[in-house]
């Protein structure tokens, strides 16, 4: 699995509001500080509010702040709201995709990547923010 730089960047970007002290801060000074474009900042930034790990402010002394304490938000609460979940294999996304019915019972590929992704998500999880700001 690859993080993409979208979570990279949703990760950089939540730990910069959790290290403003619950104070507002503007996506120009969010972008700046995490040296994401503006653009993509404000992209990253609804997906988050949408998912309410951020509050958005409008008006002029607007701006966004951490909408959960550091503790209760993990790296799988942020893939979620910027990818839709972990993903491994086509399996998991397109039932399509996987054609169990074909390979029969010789296929281990899918319980065994199941596996791979219930384990993975479990230790995403475990890391939360607050781990990384310590």
Do not use: W
Request: contains cysteine.
């Amino acid at each position: 699995m690859l993080i993409s730089r979208e979570v990279d960047y949703g990760i950089r970007i939540m730990i910069i509001l959790c290290n403003s002290n619950v104070e507002k801060k503007d996506a120009k000074e969010i972008a700046q500080t995490s040296g994401v474009s503006l653009r993509f900042t404000l992209k990253i930034l609804g997906k988050l509010t949408s998912a309410t790990l951020v509050k958005s402010f409008r008006g002029a002394k607007g701006g966004y702040v951490i909408n959960k304490d550091p503790k209760e938000i993990n790296i799988y609460d942020i893939i979620c709201a910027l990818e839709g979940g972990v993903k491994i294999n086509a399996c998991f996304e397109d039932s399509e995709a996987c054609n169990l019915e074909k390979c029969g019972a010789a296929c281990n590929i899918h319980s065994n990547l199941n596996t791979i992704r219930i384990n993975l998500i479990k230790d995403l999880k475990e890391v939360t923010l607050d781990t990384l700001l310590k």
